[in-house]
């Protein structure tokens, strides 16, 4: 069976850092585009970000547009986000998923998802 595992959240102060990352196994990681979305309480799931398989297309949501980075290592099958200058509405459990499909912005677009890890921003 096919698992993501997230890992890498917590709890940390406006302004601060923290690196996610998701861990990919029994699937051919190299194949697949890769996405993080977030979801707060009471509102959807939201795209975050977006890597193609090769590394090679990068999309970002406008809202973390040049202070989150989405990166990937195929041959450690991980993917990763670097979360900059985090704000207080970055709140919300991080979901990283995966897609053969190409990968954009929707949610249907992804089979796979892993469970999720709590990122909390305080003011």
């Known amino acids: 069976q096919v698992q993501l595992v997230e890992s890498g959240g917590g709890l940390v102060q406006a302004g601060g850092s923290l690196r996610l990352s998701c861990a990919a196994s029994?699937?051919?990681?190299?194949?697949?585009?890769m996405a993080w979305f977030r979801q707060a309480p009471g509102k959807e799931r939201e795209f975050v970000a977006g890597?193609?398989?090769?590394?090679?297309?990068?999309n970002y949501a406008d809202s973390v547009k040049g202070r989150f980075t989405i990166s990937r290592d195929n041959a450690k099958k991980t993917a990763y986000l670097q979360m900059n200058s985090l704000k207080p509405e970055d709140t919300a459990v991080y979901y990283c998923?995966?897609?053969?499909?190409?990968?954009?912005?929707?949610?249907?677009?992804?089979?796979?998802w892993g469970q999720g890890t709590q990122v909390t921003v305080s003011s």
């Open positions: 998923a995966a897609s053969l499909v190409g990968g954009g912005r929707a949610t249907d677009e992804y089979a796979m």
């Open positions: 029994r699937l051919i990681f190299s194949t697949y585009a």
């Open positions: 890597i193609s398989w090769s590394g090679a297309g990068i």
